[in-house]
């Protein structure tokens, strides 16, 4: 089994920065891709990025190309999410989620989840 757990979280102004982290505890993640996912009041959780086991592949949804950096430390067991340039749209509640070894963007193909970190962004 695998737990995960959320920090980082906040309250930030428009154009602000972010940085989340997640750490992974009961057995070694670094054959899982991780990934993070996000959602807002009223709204489905949606994939945010995603980075493969070894750390050379990565994937972001098109709203936060540019803006939002994903990285992990197999040693530290631990994977991080900066985010930069932030808008309001961003506000959610954060998610790290693992899966073994392909990357997928759908939450239900995603085995092992955090309790979550509140984002929020003032305009």
């Known amino acids: 089994q695998v737990q995960l757990v959320e920090s980082g979280g906040g309250l930030v102004e428009a154009g602000g920065s972010l940085r989340l982290s997640c750490a992974a505890s009961?057995?070694?993640?670094?054959?899982?891709?991780m990934g993070w996912f996000r959602q807002a009041p009223g709204m489905e959780r949606e994939f945010v990025a995603a980075?493969?086991?070894?750390?050379?592949?990565?994937h972001y949804a098109d709203s936060v190309k540019g803006r939002f950096t994903i990285s992990r430390d197999n040693a530290r067991n631990t994977v991080a999410l900066q985010m930069n340039s932030l808008k309001p749209e961003d506000t959610a509640v954060y998610y790290c989620a693992a899966r073994r070894l392909v990357i997928f963007t759908t939450p239900s193909d995603y085995n092992y989840w955090g309790q979550g970190t509140q984002v929020t962004v003032s305009s």
């Open positions: 009961g057995r070694s993640v670094s054959d899982h891709v």
């Open positions: 980075i493969s086991w070894d750390g050379y592949k990565t």
